[in-house]
């Protein structure tokens, strides 16, 4: 059995449960009252989990949406199997962050700390673990941040995976780099604009592909990552990103999308078969159009 597609069916079991986490009754949510910060679901697999931020720099091009800047900046937030469970963990997100979301989902009266107090499962900048990893790229929805997929990042990690986060800068409400210097989502002024869709998803394809590129310079773990075994998974917008990127970057060889987008298809997918991954709950057969690899 060949590995890759054990990896994506293992990327569709975990997408879709931490994805897709049943609601509460309307009545019960209405009526229970935080005891105190909120904590992310523990992760399901058997390693520890760490996370780490790099901050990069693409000087080959432009910024797509500032223009007063000649270069691209990405965040890219890392989690991976961990040598250690014991240590600090990482913010789940900084108060500015929270303000900005909340403000641009249109919510008051939250006390503050509310959302950037919530509690992650990660170790900041623990030692990385294991050897041969699969690595799955994770691009959000627009407008939202990558933290709004900790939860998934975490689980797939304690699986196995070393997980490469993007936060696509301006392409949400809330991007924050060194010095707490944070950028907002210049990209939402254009969503209407004829062809919005079409550049969102090129732009992303080449960030993933730097961030690949950069990467085993950047991170110090990098050497225990199986560069034969890259997936991406996104979300919305993201998913459409996923799809172009493995046609842009052999490197990615299988993608999944969670959600819809109106973008159509590719050609050029075809379906993997879901197979058992060990450690995972075994997918149940199916044709999805959503696993694609090469």
Known sequence: MRRLPAVAAG????????CSAPMPPRSAALSAAPAGP?????????????TTALYLKDASRPDPWNLDVDAREL?????????RRDGRRAAYMTPQEAELGLRRLGVGGVPDGTLSGT?????????????????????????????????????LASRGYVVAGIDHTYESYATTFPGRRVAECLACDSDTDPGFGTGVVAGRAADVSFVLDQL???????????????????????????MATMVRDSRVRAGRRHGRHHLRPHPQERVLPAVPVPGVAAARPRRSRHLVGA
Do not use: C
Not at 38 to 47: M, R, S, V
Not at 128 to 153: C, E, K, Y
Not at 223 to 229: M, N
């Open 119 to 155: 509690r992650t499962n990660a170790v900041a900048d623990a030692e990385p673990a294991g050897r041969n990893l699969p690595l799955v790229v994770l691009s959000p929805g627009f407008t939202n941040p990558m933290n709004t997929l900790t939860s998934l990042a975490e689980d």
């Open 75 to 83: 965040k890219v937030t890392l989690w991976y199997p961990a040598e």
């Open 11 to 18: 990327l569709v079991v975990l997408a879709a449960s931490a």
């Open 216 to 242: 085993p310079a950047k991170w110090r773990g990098s050497d225990l990552i199986d560069r034969s075994t890259i997936a991406m998974v996104g979300q919305s917008i993201g998913g459409a990103s996923a």
């Open 38 to 50: 909120a904590t992310l679901p523990a992760p399901t697999g058997a390693h520890p989990v760490g």
